[in-house]
């Protein structure tokens, strides 16, 4: 019967957690011909996806609100309404704790509260980021204590999300999928829903430890590969060698090898903290991954590392850091988005913070930060300002809204930690590189 209504698109959809990953995933469905009730604890969301507004920078506005005026998508903070839904994907946050440790806080809530209603022929999705077994040994024994079974009344899968912020080729539509259920039936209808959504290959594997073990692996391989170019970096210029030639160099090889570039650190919600996942759930089978902790720790270390260069090109300008006005340009943790989950920017900022300087923002997709109780509001990037400040510090990539020739010849001296001022022609010797 699910199989039928997956294919006949009468089947609803249901997905909880309308953020990054989830409003997007919500969009698509709706887009293929199915209708599609989304769910949040967050009211604000809720009302503003029911108003047509969209607030993800993936998500076309015009569709959102397309979609939303036929009915194909309709917000609910009313979870009650899952006993209507056919499917149900879990969209919900994965985040670390204070010791690095996962906290899957709301993917138990959320297995909880569909297991309230959960009913034969329904099929439960989980896409968010864990640790290998999560959907297994956590979510798997909450939805079987209300007496169905798995394979037989219900059917349960794991497909990781793919998400990509800003990403200008690769969005929700076309990137390929993993799925693995826990059952050969699991597996089946969790692929012809997503084939049906779709418009990319949809991968199986054999269980939802390999799907998940496969996501961990991709973000893994990220981080590694992010914190060696940075250690390799450091060393470049200890040695007097420009990093970024060197890496455009190597990338000239057609086989391998894949260009990573430095930074002040890997931000957002995935690179930071899915590699600790496995590091955690690896340490129950008495195997430390030592690559994945250096990794972190080299990544967790370059905010400091910047300040470290911040201090020492005012000191050779004769001035301390204690004091100066420090322009950071870019809070997002990555290029023409306004996510700025896990961005290395704020880190630079509480590392110059605590060495007393005087730190302002500009972002042209982030209006304002909240730090603490304060709300920091972006300057405005004048002629004026910018000769006021003591240093211009380039934190984020953003290829639009900012004028880069404009700052480099109004501002004293300008650090890019991002190499995106290399195609400035003119007052190239106030720029000084990672």
């Known amino acids: 019967m699910l199989k039928e209504k997956l294919l006949n698109k009468t089947a609803l959809l249901g ?17 293929a011909g199915y209708k599609v009730l989304g769910f949040d604890i967050q009211k604000k969301r809720v009302d503003m996806v029911n108003r047509g507004e969209n607030y993800i920078g993936d998500v076309v506005d015009e569709d959102l609100k397309d979609l939303v005026e036929k009915g194909m998508l309709r917000a609910t903070t009313d979870f009650s309404e899952m006993k209507n839904c056919d499917v149900v994907t879990i969209c919900v946050p994965t985040p670390l704790g204070k010791y690095k440790e996962p906290d899957l806080t709301y993917v138990i809530n959320t297995a909880k509260e569909i297991a309230k209603y959960l009913h034969r022929e329904m099929l439960v999705v989980l896409e968010s980021t864990t640790y290998p077994g999560t959907t297994e040994e956590v979510v798997l024994p909450i939805l079987e204590s209300t007496g169905l079974k798995v394979g037989k009344d219900f059917y349960l899968a794991f497909s990781p999300e793919r998400v990509d912020p800003g990403n200008r080729i690769y969005k929700t539509k076309n990137t390929p999928k993993v799925v693995g259920g826990v059952t050969e039936k699991c597996t089946e209808l969790a692929k012809i ?4 959504v779709l418009e990319a290959p949809v991968h199986t594997v054999s269980s939802p430890r390999a799907a998940e073990m496969a996501k961990v692996l991709e973000n893994t391989f990220r981080l590694v590969n992010i914190s060696l170019i940075n250690e390799v970096a450091i060393v470049a210029r200890r040695m007097g060698i420009n990093i970024w030639e060197v890496i455009d160099a190597a990338a000239t090889k057609p086989f391998g090898f894949m260009p990573f570039y430095p930074g002040p650190g890997a ?45 020492d090109i005012l000191n050779e300008r004769k001035k301390p850091l204690n004091g100066s006005k420090v322009l950071l340009l870019g809070v997002a943790y990555k290029g023409d988005i306004d996510d700025t989950r896990e961005s ?39 002629e004026e300002y910018l000769k006021g400040v003591d240093i211009v510090v380039i934190t984020t990539a953003h290829k639009n809204g900012v004028d880069y020739d404009f700052v480099v010849k109004n501002a004293p001296v300008v650090f890019d930690t991002k190499n995106i001022t290399k195609d400035v022609k003119e007052n190239r010797d106030k720029i000084i590189l990672l």
């Not at 997905?15 to 887009?31: D, S, T």
């Not at 829903?193 to 049906?196: Q, R, S």
């Not at 007393?356 to 304002?368: G, I, T």
């Open 193 to 196: 829903l997503y084939e049906n």
């Open 15 to 31: 997905v909880i957690g309308l953020g990054y990953v989830g409003l997007p995933l919500a969009v698509e469905k709706a887009k």
């Open 267 to 311: 931000g957002g919600h995935c690179i930071p903290i899915d590699p600790f996942y496995l590091a955690y759930k690896a340490k129950e089978y008495d195997v430390r991954l030592d690559l994945v902790e250096m990794a972190g720790e080299i990544n967790d270390f370059m905010p400091e590392y910047v300040v470290m260069r911040v201090q």
């Open 344 to 382: 290395p920017a704020l880190k630079v900022w509480d590392h110059l913070e605590k060495k007393k300087a005087v730190v302002e923002f500009f972002d042209p997709y982030v209006p304002e930060v909240k730090r603490g109780d304060r709300i920091h509001r972006r300057v405005e990037l004048t």
